[in-house]
């Protein structure tokens, strides 16, 4: 799992037990690891100074890790192995969409598509022609961070790639809607969260 821009907050450490309790082997990402150690990530961490010393490069590794921790400690759980990121997490994820890693799929909620985390790939909206994984994406129908005109270049982007893919779009809800605002946007939360198991089953039915 990759986090939103305030690292491995205490929310996403909630929600891979959330996401182990539906029977899924689940790790999180610590982006920060090398530049701020082990310390907390609560709300008093000041996350900003490290997001400027986060590299493309660095997640690529981080998430290598992950997936092979995963596969070493899954045991006999069948199934693939997925991407789930949020915001900064979710443009990364798309980035990593378009690599080698073995992946049945990315799962992305909000992610700011005009981004440019990897100088050689360019927009994450301009690497979704490269992305060679099944997409689920999840928006919110007007947010001014990620424009909708930009969700239906990157739904005809994976169109043209012949990619499966599914892109849902939340009206009146906010950027953060499923993790800082999910109290607010409960009813839109479950439904992405339900969106999001059924998406996982579909795609490991595909795995040999």
């Known amino acids: 799992m990759c986090p939103d ?4 907050h205490p929310f996403y450490k909630r929600l891979v037990l959330r996401i182990a309790s539906a029977g899924i082997v689940a790790v999180a990402i610590d982006y920060y690891r090398r530049t701020a150690g082990l310390t907390g990530r609560d709300d008093t961490f000041e996350f900003r100074p490290h997001v400027q010393r986060l590299t493309a490069k660095h997640f690529y590794t981080d998430a290598r890790v992950a ?23 979710g443009s990364l994820s798309l980035y990593t969409g378009s690599g080698e890693m073995g992946l049945a799929g990315v799962i992305v909620f909000y992610p700011v598509l005009s981004r440019t985390l990897d100088d050689r790939k360019g927009t994450v909206l301009a690497s979704a022609e490269r992305i060679k994984v099944p997409v689920l994406g999840l928006f ?13 270049q990157l739904d005809e982007q994976l169109d043209k790639a012949a990619i499966h893919h599914v892109m849902m779009t939340y009206p009146g809800v906010s950027h953060n809607f499923f993790d800082r605002k999910a109290a607010e946007f409960a009813k839109e939360s479950a439904d992405a969260w339900e969106r999001t198991l059924d998406f996982v089953t579909e795609q490991d039915q595909m795995v040999p």
Request: glycine fraction near 18%; charged fraction near 20%; charge should be positive.
């Open 67 to 89: 997936l092979d921790y995963l596969k070493a400690h899954s045991g006999t759980v069948r199934g693939g192995s997925f991407l789930l990121g949020f915001s900064t997490g």
């Open 140 to 152: 919110r129908s007007d947010d001014p961070l990620v424009p909708v005109g930009q969700v239906q």
């Open 5 to 8: 821009v305030r690292g491995l």
